[in-house]
C-alpha cells in the first residue's frame, strides 16, 4: 500500500496550428505532408504534451513556464532535447518515469507508419525503455479543428513514482 501512494499520475495536452512552409514533427519524426505545424520550437505538439505530462505529475508546472516562447533561445528549438530537460528535471526532483501514453489527434496525413519511430525517439529523449511509451493517432472523423485540418492536437498521461 505504501508503494502505491509514491504513485503520480500527470496528464498534458498541446494543440499547433498548421502553416505554409512548415516541416511536420511529430515524435521528433520529420512526417512528410503538404504543410507543417506554427510554433516558436519544431511545434512538435506530441512531445509538447509529454512533457507537460510529464511536469504535471511532480506538480513542476508546465513547458510554457520552463522554456518560454518569448526566449530566442528555444526558436525552432528540437523538442526532443526539450523533452529530454523535463525528464532530467522530473528525475531531480526525485521521481522515476515509470509509463507514458498518448494520442494524436490528426485528420491527416495518416501517422500509423511512424507511430513506432515516435515511441523509440520520445522514448530515448526520456531514457525509458520503449515498451513503456505508447503512441496513438486517431481521425476526428472530420469534426473540429483537428478534422477540418486548421491543426493538430495531443495528449498524454504518464505514470510517474517518488523515490524520495
Ligand atoms: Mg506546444
Given at each position: 500500500?505504501?508503494?502505491?501512494?509514491?504513485?503520480?499520475?500527470?496528464?498534458?495536452?498541446?494543440?499547433?496550428?498548421?502553416?505554409?512552409?512548415?516541416?511536420?514533427?511529430?515524435?521528433?519524426?520529420?512526417?512528410?505532408?503538404?504543410?507543417?505545424?506554427?510554433?516558436?520550437?519544431?511545434?512538435?505538439?506530441?512531445?509538447?504534451?509529454?512533457?507537460?505530462?510529464?511536469?504535471?505529475?511532480?506538480?513542476?508546472?508546465?513547458?510554457?513556464?520552463?522554456?518560454?516562447?518569448?526566449?530566442?533561445?528555444?526558436?525552432?528549438?528540437?523538442?526532443?532535447v526539450l523533452l529530454e530537460k523535463v525528464?532530467?528535471?522530473?528525475?531531480?526532483?526525485?521521481?522515476?518515469?515509470?509509463?507514458?501514453?498518448?494520442?494524436?489527434?490528426?485528420?491527416?496525413?495518416?501517422?500509423?507508419?511512424?507511430?513506432?519511430?515516435?515511441?523509440?525517439?520520445?522514448?530515448?529523449?526520456?531514457?525509458?525503455?520503449?515498451?513503456?511509451?505508447?503512441?496513438?493517432?486517431?481521425?476526428?472523423?472530420?469534426?473540429?479543428?483537428?478534422?477540418?485540418?486548421?491543426?493538430?492536437?495531443?495528449?498524454?498521461?504518464?505514470?510517474?513514482a517518488r523515490c524520495r
Amino acid at each position: 500500500m505504501e508503494d502505491f501512494r509514491r504513485l503520480r499520475i500527470g496528464q498534458g495536452m498541446d494543440v499547433h496550428a498548421f502553416a505554409e512552409g512548415r516541416r511536420l514533427v511529430l515524435g521528433g519524426v520529420d512526417v512528410p505532408h503538404t504543410r507543417g505545424l506554427l510554433g516558436h520550437s519544431d511545434a512538435d505538439v506530441l512531445a509538447h504534451a509529454v512533457a507537460d505530462a510529464l511536469l504535471g505529475a511532480v506538480r513542476g508546472g508546465d513547458i510554457g513556464k520552463l522554456f518560454p516562447d518569448t526566449d530566442p533561445a528555444f526558436k525552432d528549438a528540437d523538442s526532443l532535447v526539450l523533452l529530454e530537460k523535463v525528464a532530467q528535471f522530473v528525475r531531480d526532483e526525485g521521481y522515476e518515469i515509470l509509463d507514458v501514453d498518448s494520442v494524436i489527434a490528426a485528420q491527416a496525413p495518416k501517422l500509423s507508419p511512424y507511430r513506432d519511430q515516435m515511441r523509440e525517439n520520445l522514448a530515448r529523449a526520456m531514457g525509458v525503455a520503449v515498451e513503456n511509451v505508447g503512441v496513438k493517432a486517431t481521425t476526428t472523423e472530420h469534426l473540429g479543428f483537428e478534422g477540418r485540418e486548421e491543426g493538430i492536437s495531443a495528449t498524454a498521461t504518464c505514470l510517474c513514482a517518488r523515490c524520495r
